[in-house]
């Protein structure tokens, strides 16, 4: 399983990015997997900023809620994040994440700045 995302970029505070991944090289249907994105700051753990399951459902962590928004497109085998109203707290690398089968596969990050 491959993912590859891209969208990052160095913006303002209180400005918008949309991030995308694009997973393929995968045996298994697109809309049966678990999709999520992760970052990583500089010096702390990665965390989980969205999820959406197979089925449509959401969750996001209480520090981006309001403000992203995590859609899957399944016909393209794309996930996305919108990110609005960015705060220089979100500078980090992102990572998109798929699972199946009890497996997590990750593509490489792609780093966000924003600057104050």
């Known amino acids: 399983v491959q993912l590859q995302a891209s969208g990052g970029g160095l913006v303002q505070a209180g400005e918008s990015l949309r991030l995308s991944c694009v997973v393929s090289s995968t045996p298994w249907n697109f809309n049966t997997m678990g999709m999520g994105w992760y970052r990583q700051a500089s010096g702390k753990q990665r965390e989980l900023v969205a999820r959406i399951s197979s089925g449509g459902g959401t969750s996001y962590a209480d520090s981006v809620k309001g403000r992203f928004t995590i859609a899957r497109e399944n016909a393209k085998k794309t996930l996305s994040l919108q990110m609005n109203s960015l705060k220089p707290e979100d500078t980090a690398v992102y990572y998109c994440?798929?699972?199946?089968?009890?497996?997590?596969?990750w593509g490489k990050g792609t780093l966000v700045t924003v600057s104050s």
């Open positions: 994440k798929a699972e199946y089968g009890g497996m997590n596969y």
